[in-house]
């Protein structure tokens, strides 16, 4: 299975900052990755997928980027609704499998 | 508007099964995958598998088979998961999410609001 390892486990930012979120495959996925959001008690939301195309309807303060075996989440000019877990998932290969998770504090 | 209606929160003994469902409206369910995940409490979330609306094909996370059963009722566009011989281990959220395929990328776009199952005697 391919391992995703995503960093940082948490993360606190002010509001109106830059933050990124790092996902690492144990081996090239081809840009097939998403980012999700998710908020306690609520289903995931897709933010972006195939590394960097930006899901309708998501903020374009939100953008991704990366190849291969490296990958990342940008979201610039945090808002207070920001605050929530990220997680990545690759779906290049079966079975598709999820990074562990950031959580985003915002201070 | 897309909406997947997940079945309600579910308790079962150990060793029991039990049957999820995923009732969707407001696109084509033939022409969609759908996934089937689970998020146990405070921790990842695992893939399940999935399987096309079209024509029930499956395909499965090798952890869940034997486990999870994937099937689809086109008549009334709706997915289902059986899980079989419960323990606690199972106990955990699951999602569905509809699954979007083409030029061979594929995207998970719309969840479904997750069914809570508690397994305890």
């Known amino acids: 299975d391919i391992q995703m390892t995503q960093s940082p486990a948490s993360l606190s930012a002010s509001l109106g900052e830059t933050v990124a979120i790092e996902c690492l495959p144990s081996e090239d996925i081809y840009n097939n990755l998403a980012w999700y959001q998710q908020k306690p008690g609520k289903s995931p939301q897709l933010l972006i997928y195939y590394a960097s195309s930006l899901q309708d309807g998501v903020p374009s303060r939100f953008s991704g980027s990366g190849s291969g075996t490296q990958y990342s989440l940008n979201i610039n000019s945090l808002e207070s609704e920001d605050a929530a877990t990220y997680f990545c998932?690759?779906?290049?290969?079966?079975?598709?499998?999820f990074g562990g998770g950031t959580k985003l504090e915002l201070k | 508007e897309v909406q997947l209606q997940q079945s309600g929160a579910e308790l079962v003994k150990p060793g029991a099964s039990v049957k999820l469902s995923c009732k969707t409206s407001g696109y084509t369910f033939n022409n969609y995958y759908m996934s089937w995940l689970r998020q146990m409490p405070g921790q990842n979330i695992e893939w399940i598998g999935n399987?096309?609306?079209?024509?029930?094909?499956?395909g499965y996370n090798q952890k869940f088979k034997g486990k999870a059963t994937l099937t689809v009722d086109k008549s009334s566009s709706t997915a289902y998961m059986d899980l079989s011989s419960l323990t606690s281990e199972d106990s955990a959220v699951y999602f569905c999410?509809?699954?979007?395929?083409?030029?061979?990328?594929?995207?998970?776009?719309?969840w479904g609001q997750g069914t809570s199952v508690t397994v305890s005697s």
């Open positions: 399987i096309y609306g079209g024509n029930g094909g499956t």
């Open positions: 999410a509809r699954t979007h395929y083409n030029s061979f990328i594929y995207v998970m776009d719309a």
């Open positions: 998932l690759q779906d290049s290969e079966y079975p598709w499998t």
